[in-house]
Nanobody, 129 residues
Framework: QVHVVESGGGLVQAGGSLRLSCAASGRTFSMLTMGWFRQAPGKEREFVAAISRSGGGRGYADSVKGRFTISRDNAKSTVYLQMNSLKPEDTAVYYC??????????????????????WGQGTQVTVSS
């Protein structure tokens, strides 16, 4: 069992920045692939970013490339999502998730929600125009 808790959401004006944090416990954090997903009202949940257990592999949705950065601090068992140049279309509930399957490749990541085993409750991000 992995317990996942997000924080850092809020209301920000377009062009502003926010940093989301996600703390995971219950497993050795450095063995977990971590991902961020989001779901806007009336839309399906979509992939945002993922980072491998080593931190050497990172992936982003095309819609956030160049604006969002995912990182991790294994000593703090925390993954971050730095969001810059926010747009109203970034408004959504942001979810952090863990993929507990250990790949032979330490840089492996996944953008598929079905590969992630444990999810947080989500944190609301609202970007006003």
């Amino acid at each position: 069992q992995v317990h996942v808790v997000e924080s850092g959401g809020g209301l920000v004006q377009a062009g502003g920045s926010l940093r989301l944090s996600c703390a995971a416990s219950g497993r050795t954090f450095s063995m977990l692939t971590m991902g961020w997903f989001r779901q806007a009202p009336g839309k399906e949940r979509e992939f945002v970013a993922a980072i491998s257990r080593s931190g050497g592999g990172r992936g982003y949705a095309d819609s956030v490339k160049g604006r969002f950065t995912i990182s991790r601090d294994n000593a703090k068992s925390t993954v971050y999502l730095q969001m810059n140049s926010l747009k109203p279309e970034d408004t959504a509930v942001y979810y952090c998730a863990t993929d507990t399957t250990i790949s032979v490749r330490p840089t492996a990541i996944s953008s598929r929600s079905e590969d992630y085993d444990y999810w947080g409750q989500g944190t609301q991000v609202t970007v006003s125009s």
